[in-house]
């Protein structure tokens, strides 16, 4: 690896400041958590576990446009989800966002995020 940079936009709202929303490196993107937050209103967007994963794809999808990739690229996701027994959902909205060629996915269950954050997605992508 000959370059690496921190990668922030705007667009997305961050969580924290302790670590950047991307890191971009030679060939790679990789995206750190995102969660259904609201661009707009820097809160989560619902209670409801489908739109805020529906939400943190969103936010994906525009950190990684910011960045110069799309979704297209994505080689692996991680969904953490704070509940184990939304796999329907995951699944529905997984392939809303990857029609064809869907990248591969790890969904680990977590203990509670803060502020009422009931997942969060990263994911690693081609540049």
Excluded: W
Excluded at 18 to 27: E, G, L, M, R, S
Excluded at 64 to 86: C, P, R, W, Y
Excluded at 103 to 126: D, K, N, Y
């Amino acid at each position: 690896m000959t370059f690496k940079c921190n990668f922030n936009t705007s667009k997305i709202v961050r969580t924290s400041t302790a670590f950047p929303q991307a890191v971009i490196t030679d060939n790679y993107i990789f995206l750190s958590g995102t969660p259904g937050i609201d661009p707009n209103t820097g809160k989560v967007v619902s209670e409801d576990f489908e739109d805020q994963l529906r939400q943190s794809f969103h936010n994906v999808q525009t950190v990684l446009q910011e960045a110069h990739s799309d979704l297209s690229k994505i080689v692996k996701t991680t969904i953490f989800m704070v509940t184990g027994n939304d796999f329907g959902i995951v699944n529905k909205i997984y392939s809303e966002f990857f029609p064809e060629n869907a990248p591969a996915r790890s969904t680990p269950q977590v203990m509670p995020f803060p502020a009422g954050m009931l997942v969060s997605v990263e994911c690693i992508a081609l540049v």
